[in-house]
């Protein structure tokens, strides 16, 4: 059987005593993109929309889930986060954008979750500010793709999904 390190010796649902693990710098990368109408990653390509810079909007946003994911997900630690770098790639010709979001603390667990939480709220803020000129835009493909510290050691994505493309 797994050990699921959330689940006490009762199968209850538990946050992880990390009171004797060391401190180490601890990283995680994720990404995700959202697809939308050509309209509107011209507009956004463009920096016109209405609402504003929406990827500046975006980059914010990112960064401040990050530091409240410790109070979103029930059985995640709250952690200072030594840094947060958040990154976008505009590809008109897919009508796509990429956003990416590195995190890094030294510490005893890892945030995996806040780089992975950030990547959400990057990809429905730019939902929110385009809704207007698309409301069919679809947000897809978030995953973790590098972690590195910590007990469990690296881990790199590798695209071993058949029926997902990357």
């Known amino acids: 059987m797994l050990d699921l390190t959330h689940l006490n010796e009762n199968n209850e649902a538990h ?7 060391d401190a ?8 995700g993109v959202i697809n939308m109408s050509a309209q509107a990653i011209q507009i956004l390509a463009a920096n016109a929309s209405q609402k504003g810079d929406v990827l500046g909007a975006a980059r914010i946003a990112a960064i401040q ?14 952690i200072s986060l030594t840094h947060v770098r958040v990154d976008f790639n505009v590809d008109v010709e897919l009508a796509r954008v990429k956003a990416t979001v590195t995190t890094t603390t030294e510490g005893q667990t890892g945030v995996e979750m806040e780089a992975l939480t950030g990547v959400n709220i990057a990809l429905l803020t730019i939902y929110d500010m385009m809704k207007a000129v698309d409301k069919s835009m ?11 510290g910590g007990k469990s050691g690296p881990f790199l994505f590798t695209d071993a999904f058949e029926n997902i493309s990357f």
């Open 138 to 148: 679809v947000i897809s493909l978030i995953h973790l793709e590098e972690k590195t």
């Open 65 to 78: 889930a990050t530091k409240q994911t410790g109070f979103l997900i029930p059985l995640c630690h709250p």
């Open 15 to 21: 946050m992880v005593d990390i009171s004797g693990k």
């Open 24 to 31: 180490t710098v601890r990283t995680a990368r994720a990404s």
